[in-house]
């Protein structure tokens, strides 16, 4: 669910009812896959098996752990910094300046270049900020911002407010 404060001092977009739903689906089919791999690998050595397991239950955990922080980590502005997370698994703070623009309507191509950050992770987003100057984060420079809302629309609306040209 957005909140919005008037004066846009401080914001939250959701974006978890757009991104769960594809994710949980990916973790039932990595569940899927990993007990027919774990059954076939049973049946041949048992104790490797019992291996595998040791190694697939963490990251099934782990998968299932950032699909529910999707909720609890939204889109934020507040304190005149654009935080931009994909749920706990990476995240990108922008100071509000750096904004440059903002598109709803963008191809593939754009969204795939190595320049984009993409929290969208596996949907595909329906809103592309781009950003005055790149930011670097790691070893990487991003000079765009990807991402999947709930509603684009109150995303949208408030940086309209801030000034971003659509």
């Not at 994710?23 to 076939?40: N, Q, S």
């Not at 190694?55 to 889109?75: A, T």
């Not at 623009?101 to 949907?123: H, Q, S």
């Not at 329906?126 to 420079?141: F, K």
Request: aromatic share 10%; net charge positive.
């Amino acid at each position: 669910m957005s909140r919005v404060v008037p004066g846009i001092e401080a914001a939250s977009f959701a974006y978890h009812r757009s991104l769960a739903p594809m994710m949980w689906v990916f973790a039932v089919l990595v569940l899927i896959e990993t007990a027919v791999v774990h059954l076939l690998v049973a049946l041949w050595h048992p104790w490797v098996a019992v291996g595998l397991s040791a190694l697939s239950l963490p990251v099934l955990v782990w998968l299932v752990l950032l699909i529910r922080s999707f909720r609890r980590e939204p889109v934020r502005i507040a304190d005149g910094q654009l935080h931009w997370p994909a749920g706990r698994l990476r995240a990108v703070d922008v100071p509000l300046a750096q904004v440059g623009g903002l598109r709803t309507t963008f191809d593939g191509e754009l969204v795939k270049a190595r320049d984009t950050f993409n929290a969208a992770l596996i949907a595909y987003p329906n809103v592309v900020v781009d950003l005055v100057a790149p930011i670097t984060h790691g070893r990487r420079q991003f000079r765009r911002l990807a991402h999947r809302f709930d509603d684009p629309g109150a995303f949208v609306a408030a940086l309209a407010r801030l000034g971003a040209q659509a």
